[in-house]
């Protein structure tokens, strides 16, 4: 698909002018005529304008304003197939009008988005261009690395190299942890560093943390395994398993 530009027209809408917006493909509004034509037979059809922007990952948004549809895709899609594109512009105007997703479509975006391809070049832009903020592994009660190095010689031999390992900035309850694999990153939410906090609960929500490093998120077919059998049965044996969970239930 290649990107030209092109005249504005009474049928095409036009966003106005910002950094980091790429110039509109004649291709992929037409592709978006077609959809819409598709999903709405006798409706009138609308301006519509779209621009690829530096996202951090497979991010499309889509509007209607004044009568406009107004589209911002990642510029990861730019040279997607063009059985690809006209997937996601059935996706995006069928949740705009609350139309039905079809299935056909559906499965042929999931295919495209899950491919080996776009799976590393997606991990690759979120390094490039993420960003990441750091308060370090020092809290005022628990150091994440000296948990980490303990756990690591009691359930992985010494094997884990550590990675990035930070508090978050604020005091999270709805992301207690998680681990970025695009920054090897490891990040624990401020409100376990708290007296109050049993250190096993900390123990046990870097260890989860920690096994996402040994078991990373694989594909199969289509979906993303990202808790495997393996995994589970290995956060199973964590020996204060059930108080944690109690504890971390009780926040």
Not at 175 to 186: Q, V
Not at 207 to 235: I, N, Q
Request: proline share 5%; glycine share 4%.
């Amino acid at each position: 698909m290649k990107r030209a530009r092109t005249g504005q027209s009474r049928n095409k809408a036009s966003f106005p002018s910002r950094c980091n917006l790429y110039l509109v493909t004649a291709e992929i509004v037409s592709i978006f005529e077609q959809e819409y034509r598709a999903l709405r037979p006798r409706a009138p059809m609308p301006p519509i304008a779209v621009r690829f922007r530096r996202f951090t990952s497979l991010n499309t948004t889509i509007r209607l304003r004044e009568g406009q549809i107004f589209v911002s895709l990642s510029d990861l899609l730019e040279g997607a197939p063009e059985s690809a594109a006209h997937a996601i512009a059935h996706i995006l105007l069928a949740k705009l009008y609350k139309k039905p997703i079809d299935a056909t479509q559906n499965m042929r975006y999931k295919r495209f988005a899950s491919s080996a391809a776009v799976t590393r070049q997606t991990e690759l832009i979120r390094h490039a261009r993420g960003s990441k903020r750091f308060t370090g592994p020092e809290g005022r009660f628990y150091n994440l690395e000296e948990v980490f190095d303990t756990l690591n010689l009691r359930f992985f031999g010494g094997l884990l190299g550590r990675p990035e390992l930070t508090w978050s900035e604020h005091m999270a309850k709805r992301s207690l942890g998680h681990y970025d694999a695009a920054h090897n990153t490891i990040v624990v939410s401020r409100v376990f560093d708290r007296p109050s906090s049993p250190r096993y609960a900390i123990e046990y929500l870097l260890y989860h943390e920690m096994l996402h490093l040994k078991h990373p998120v694989k594909m199969r077919g289509l979906r993303r395994c990202v808790h495997s059998r393996e995994f589970k049965a290995e956060e199973a044996c964590f020996p204060q398993l059930k108080e944690a969970l109690a504890f971390i239930k009780r926040l």
